[in-house]
C-alpha cells in the first residue's frame, strides 16, 4: 500500500512539474528576450537573448548569459557559420543536455566565452589545459584473454571520429561539401593497400543487394 500512495504522490509531482513547465512558456517572455523552445524553426528567429523554461538543464541555458548573446549576436566563424546556427538546436530543443553545436574549428576560438564554459563544464578540461596523445602501442598492457574469457567476448568495438580541417562542421556544412569530403575520403581509401585494401561504396550508387 505505501509503494501504490508513493507512486501516486510521484506521479502527481511530476504532473505538476510538467504543467508549471507549460504555462512558464505560454507565458509572454521577459522584456527584451525571446522564449526557447520548438517554435524556433530558423537560426534568424534567434534575434534576442534566450528565456528558457523552468528546468532546462542544458549548458548553453547554463552559459549564454545576455552578456554572451549579445557580445556573439550576427557573428559568423572564418567559415561562415553563424553563432545563431549553431545555438539554434538547443534553443529548439530545450531538453538538450549541451545544446551548443561548433561550425568549425574557428568557433571554439571566435565564440570561446561560450565554448569554453561548455568544455570546462562538459570534459573538465580547461582553456589552458593541453591534450596529451601516446600513440605508442608498446606501452599498453592488454595481454591476451585466457580462452574462458574470450569465449564471452562476442564483439568490441572503439569508434574515432575525425574532420576534415577544410571543411566546416555538421551544422554549417553544405551539400556540397558533404560530396566534396566524400570525395576526398574515398579517394584517400582507394590508395590504401596491403591488409587495408578495399572497395568503397556510396550511400547514394549502393545497390539494394549490398545494402542488404
Known sequence: MTLLVQDMYDGVKEMITAEKKLRAMQAPPKAGFIKAGPHLKKPEEINAPLEFPPGTKSLLCKYL?????????G???????S???????????VDSGIGVYAGSHDS?????????????????HKKDGKHVSNMDHTKLKCPPFPPDEAAMIVSTRIRVGRNLADFPLGPGVTKAQRDNIEKTVSDALKKLTGVHAGTYYSL?????????
Open 65 to 73: 548569459t545576455p552578456e554572451v548573446y549579445n557580445k556573439y549576436k
Open 108 to 124: 571554439y576560438t571566435t565564440f570561446s566565452d561560450l565554448f569554453d564554459k561548455i568544455i570546462e563544464d562538459y570534459h573538465g
Open 83 to 93: 553563432f545563431e546556427q549553431m545555438i539554434l538546436s538547443g534553443a529548439q530543443n
Open 204 to 212: 547514394a550508387t549502393m545497390s539494394k543487394k549490398d545494402q542488404e
Open 75 to 81: 557573428k559568423k566563424d572564418k567559415a561562415g557559420v
